[in-house]
């Protein structure tokens, strides 16, 4: 069911679109593990629900990667953004100034206020080079992948 009908304003495409749009966060978590671990820190990603490790941390951060990807492909819901997130050569931009806005936001202000509630005492803002890195690998793979993963799981 690959219709393209508005619903309360929200566009919908289907069972193929929430899959591509999976598959894309999947493929720019691969990124942003890697990244992680280069810098030896997938497992403390763990700690963000109190149990750091190697598997608790790809856990949260394939979980993370997809709901990424959801919130990436929601940019495509804004008129003026709407063919830059279907284009793979603009979505790679767009998706570096996301993983930007997902440190910015993310990392620098929501993590140390919710790290704070586990017992952790990081400074506000939390300014993390590692994590800014690593997101921005993150959204660059998430920003071209979103649109060419749409097209390869076309029936």
Excluded: K, N
Excluded at 42 to 48: A, K, Y
Excluded at 123 to 128: E, I, K, N, R
Excluded at 136 to 150: D, M
Aim: hydrophobic share 55%; with cysteine.
């Amino acid at each position: 069911m690959s219709g393209e009908h508005v619903q309360g304003g929200v566009v919908d495409r289907g069972i193929e679109d929430l899959a591509a749009t999976a598959l894309a966060g999947l493929a720019g978590g691969a990124g942003f593990g890697v990244a992680l671990y280069a810098f030896g820190l997938l497992e403390s990603v763990g700690i963000l629900v109190g149990r750091p490790g190697l598997l608790s941390g790809l856990s949260v951060l394939l979980v993370a990667s997809v709901i990424g990807a959801f919130a990436y492909r929601l940019l495509g819901t804004v008129s003026h953004l709407e063919e830059d997130v279907a284009d793979p050569i603009t979505g790679l931009t767009l998706g570096a100034c996301f993983g930007l806005a997902v440190w910015g936001l993310g990392v620098a202000l929501a993590l140390p206020l919710w790290l704070r509630l586990l017992g952790w005492t990081p400074p506000v803002p939390y300014l993390h080079w590692q994590s800014l890195v690593a997101l921005l690998v993150y959204g660059v793979l998430v920003g071209p992948a979103s649109p060419l993963a749409e097209r390869y799981v076309r029936f």
